[in-house]
């Protein structure tokens, strides 16, 4: 069973700059799409920022568009996020999904692999 860890969360001033990681263990994650997601209290899940299989696509909301970025290497899947807003305050989730999935998506029905999650508190 692939487990993933993210860490990197924590509490953050606005306009201010946090880099989460995930770290799976077993797989190499260069591989696979994997994922981003956030969820904020008393709000569904989204999708942040999306790659795919291949790395050669990512997708990113509209609202993270310009500000943060999905990078990866062969064990881990980073998200920067710069210029942080109190809104962007959630538990943000790394997933890991399928080889055959070569065009980013954030449908989280892609992917079978998640993390706890790990808070990240935009406030000053």
């Known amino acids: 069973q692939l487990q993933l860890e993210e860490s990197g969360g924590g509490l953050v001033q606005p306009g201010g700059s946090v880099r989460l990681s995930c770290a799976a263990s077993?797989?190499?994650?260069?591989?696979?799409?994997v994922g981003w997601f956030r969820q904020a209290p008393g709000k569904e899940r989204e999708g942040v920022s999306c790659?795919?299989?291949?790395?050669?696509s990512t997708h990113y909301a509209d609202s993270v568009k310009g500000r943060f970025t999905i990078s990866r290497d062969n064990e881990k899947v980073y998200l920067e996020m710069n210029s942080l807003k109190p809104e962007d305050t959630a538990v943000y989730s790394c997933?890991?999904?399928?080889?055959?999935?070569?065009?980013?998506?954030?449908?989280?029905?892609?992917?079978?692999?998640w993390g706890q999650g790990t808070q990240v508190t935009v406030s000053s």
């Open positions: 997933a890991v999904g399928s080889i055959w999935v070569v065009q980013a998506t954030c449908n989280p029905q892609e992917y079978a692999y």
């Open positions: 077993g797989i190499a994650l260069d591989a696979y799409a």
């Open positions: 790659m795919g299989s291949t790395g050669a």
